[in-house]
Every structure is written in structure tokens, then in C-alpha cells.
DNA sequence: TTAGAAACCAATTTCTTTTTGGTTTATATT
DNA sequence: AATATAAACCAAAAAGAAATTGGTTTCTAA
């Protein structure tokens, strides 16, 4: 015959886990024995204690984590953004989806804001990177490029979203593939395209800025694989 | 006897490494060969090699870094975003600005990406945030639907930058103005937005989520403004 | 006195191993 | 037939070991 305990065993097990709890002196960071040492401990199978475990997590009085382990209380938030803990975890193609994600939206409120002190930097961006002699010096009026449309936002965490966003791409490694011209050729497909995304910025074209963006960063995006698919094959 | 070349090595030395700087295709990261390498390389002994690397350095050309190597340009300063200092420059409504630029798009991005798992876990958080006992765990339950939304791009670093926008939206003082009911009230506003933007997820209808996100977010930012009008109104 | 080679140091990276929550599979057990 | 259990397996993360690298010291030789 069953008693009642048996009728609900997973439930002997959740007051016997909330039991332990409020008895253990548990560390500082407020982490837990592993599952398998506290199944032993408590004598029960791992599978009976992970939906105990469950039922505390949903209740969020806990939070779990693989190879982190399980810890009581809530989640913590990250009082830094880890420019480099972001680039391990990130990749070129996640970047990329992330700028498609970002950059567009940004133009499109900078063609809302921008004031035309910002609009003639853009301008200056423009004309160096075309008279930019080695690919550093127009990686470089690009970036800047970039950031101005950011700064035109007059909104100081859009700027500093997109300054996360733009270091990870750095610290992102693209498998250094410096191929073709040593120089940037007028014909480089990046100056008409960030023309456009001045001139809609210029004419208060929030949409048009939207789209001038994103199909720039779509043309980089399709370079950058095509980049990858010779690398790959001369490799 | 004694060459003017002779008489001055290092400068020798230093040109020398000019020239291999100005035709060597560097990495991506300017990195370059260790110096045990490069004074091979050169043919000079790595005493002299650095004396002329110390020269290069001091007129800004490189910077150093035990372990890590030596680099053209210059030294990069911030590896951390800042939160707390984001958010001493920004504002609630610059909060709430960014987030009506940032967030509709990352919905957008989710409705094409989300998993069912994912879709379910938002489902928990419309429910649990309905049952919420009191304004605390309401806002627990909702921050976790936003960040699951966010996850459901499956994108790191789109994750990491709606981190970033929380960690400020919570560090940036709003003035503590919580009016009004105890506890969220059947009929508060964000229940039925809320389920909205879960919906148009489930259904893949991308320009649906991030209307409705849009749609959320411009009604939150209205109570705010109302509140803010009455909490100066009565103070 | 100076230059050069080697050894040494500590910061950093890279590679390997171990740990850990999550998941699957097979075997009992009831 | 259903469920619980144990074991194996997986990938994320941490921990540890080994190798790399700029900086410094020491010793030798010219």
C-alpha cells in the first residue's frame, strides 16, 4: 500500500532539498555540491534530485549552470561587459549578424538626430577614406565613419552599445585573410554605399538610412565570405 | 676604420626594421614576429633588436606587452564596457530610447531563430509574471521573458549587448516612483503586450514581433511619463 | 667597455585534463 | 507497461600544466 510520502516522493525530496538548505553553511558564492555528491548525500538518485532541483530553479530560488555548478539566489547580472569573455564566446558570423542587427536601426535614428556639425564629419570620414593610402588608414576613416553615425544618435548608451559591439569585432579573430590590392581602389564598393547612408542621414531619411545601412553591411557580409571561400580553397 | 653606418648601428638597425615593417604583410592584429624570431630574422643579435624596437616604440610606431607580443599602432585601451559609468552619462529616457531602437529589432531577429524550448520558456515567464504575488516578482518574471527573447536569437553577442542595456536600464536611478496597486493589477497593460510579441514569435512573423516590442515598449514609456508628470504634479 | 649569448623571470597564451549540469540509453524493478 | 536507477555520453566551464614572450640579469669574449 502506498503512503502518502510515496504517492508523492518528488515532493519528500523538495523539502528534504529546501531541509538541507536552510541547514548548510554553504560558501560565500552560495554554490551547492555537484549533483552527483549531493544525490549521495541526500540519498536519493540524481534523476529524483534534478527534478527537486527543478522545482527550486522554477521558483527561482536557485540557478544552475553547466560546469559552473548550481548556486542559491538569483542569477547575477554582470556589472562590466567583458569585451574579451564576449569575443571567446562570439564569432565573425555572429558579429556580422549582430552589426545587421544594430547598425541599421542606429542609422535610422541618426537621421533623426543628426545635427549638421555631425553630418559634416561624416562628410570628412567620406573624403579620407577615399584618400586613404594603405588599408590601415581606411579601416580606420571607416570605423570613425561608423561611430560619428552612432554619436549623430545624441544618445550616450547607443554609443556605448555600439563601442561593445565594434571592440568585439576587433577582438573577433577573422582567420587573417589580407588578400588582393594593397590599397583601397575607387572602385571599392564601400564608398558608394557609405555615400548613401550620408546622403539619407542628410535628407532626414530615417527609413532610407535603414536600409543604406543594411544593405552596406550586407555587401561586407557577402565580401567577407566570399574572402572566406577563396581562403578556404587555396588552402 | 670606421663606416658611418658602422658608427651609429643602431640607426642602421632601425632602418632596417622600418623597412621590413613597411613591406611585411602584418596580421590582422599588427602583431609581430617574437623578437627571438625577428632578430634571427634580421640577422642581428636581440639586444640590438630591441634597442631598436625601444626606438620605434617611444616615437609611438608599436607598442609592447609581456607575453603577449609586440604590435604596430597603438595600444588599446578599453578591454570593459563600463556600466556604471554608461550610466552616469545616460538618462532614463535615453534608456528608454535606446531600448526602443535595440529591442524590436532583437524580436525580430528571435521570431526567426526562437526554438520551441525557447518559445515555451517565454510562455512560463507570461504565466508566472500573471500569478506574481507582488511588483518584485513581477519584474523578475518580466526582465527573464525580455532576456529569453534575447537568448531566443541564439546570437551571443546579441545577448551580451541586451545585457549590457539592462545592467544600465537597472544602474540608471528612475526616481523610485512605484504608485498605484501592490501588486500587478489582471488588467495591467504589459500582460496582453506581452503576449503579443510571444505569439508573433510562435508564428515566425518577424515584422509582427518587433511591432508589437515596439508597440510594448512605447506604452511603457508613456506610464513612465505619466507617472513622472504626476509624482512632479503632487511633489 | 661593449656586445653577444645564454639563463632567468613573470605575464600571458595555449593546450590538456577535470569538473559539472544536461541528455540519452540500457537495465532493473514494480 | 511504466517508472526509477544507474551508467554513459555531451558540451560548457574551470582548473591545471606547458609553452610562449617581452623584460632583465649574468657571464663570457672581444
Excluded at 529546501?18 to 555528491?37: F, K, S
Aim: proline letters at 5%; one cysteine or more; a neutral charge.
Amino acid at each position: 500500500m502506498l503512503t502518502p510520502n510515496d504517492a508523492h516522493p518528488e515532493k519528500t525530496i523538495v523539502t528534504q532539498l529546501r531541509a538541507y538548505l536552510a541547514q548548510t553553511d554553504l560558501p560565500e558564492d552560495g554554490r551547492l555540491p555537484p549533483e552527483r555528491e549531493l544525490s549521495a548525500a541526500l540519498g536519493v538518485s540524481r534523476t529524483e534530485l534534478r527534478k527537486a532541483l527543478d522545482v527550486l530553479e522554477s521558483e527561482g530560488q536557485l540557478w544552475r549552470h553547466v560546469g559552473k555548478g548550481t548556486f542559491v539566489g538569483s542569477r547575477p547580472l554582470d556589472t562590466f561587459a567583458d569585451i574579451a569573455a564576449l569575443a571567446r564566446r562570439s564569432n565573425p558570423a555572429e558579429v556580422m549578424r549582430a552589426r545587421l542587427v544594430i547598425e541599421p536601426e542606429i542609422a535610422r535614428a541618426a537621421a533623426f538626430t543628426a545635427t549638421p556639425a555631425a553630418i559634416s564629419e561624416m562628410r570628412l570620414c567620406l573624403a579620407r577614406s577615399r584618400q586613404a593610402d594603405t588599408w590601415r588608414q581606411y579601416e580606420g576613416w571607416d570605423t570613425r565613419l561608423h561611430r560619428t553615425i552612432a554619436e549623430a544618435t545624441q544618445n550616450s548608451l547607443l554609443v556605448g552599445l555600439f563601442d561593445t559591439l565594434n571592440a568585439v569585432r576587433r577582438a573577433v579573430t577573422w582567420g587573417r585573410l589580407r588578400t588582393a590590392p594593397l590599397r583601397p581602389l575607387p572602385s571599392h564598393h564601400s564608398f558608394t554605399e557609405h555615400e548613401m547612408i550620408v546622403d539619407a542621414i542628410e535628407h532626414r531619411d530615417m527609413a532610407g538610412a535603414a536600409t543604406a545601412m543594411r544593405t552596406h553591411l550586407q555587401t561586407v557580409e557577402r565580401k567577407l565570405l566570399e574572402k572566406q571561400m577563396r581562403a578556404a580553397n587555396e588552402g
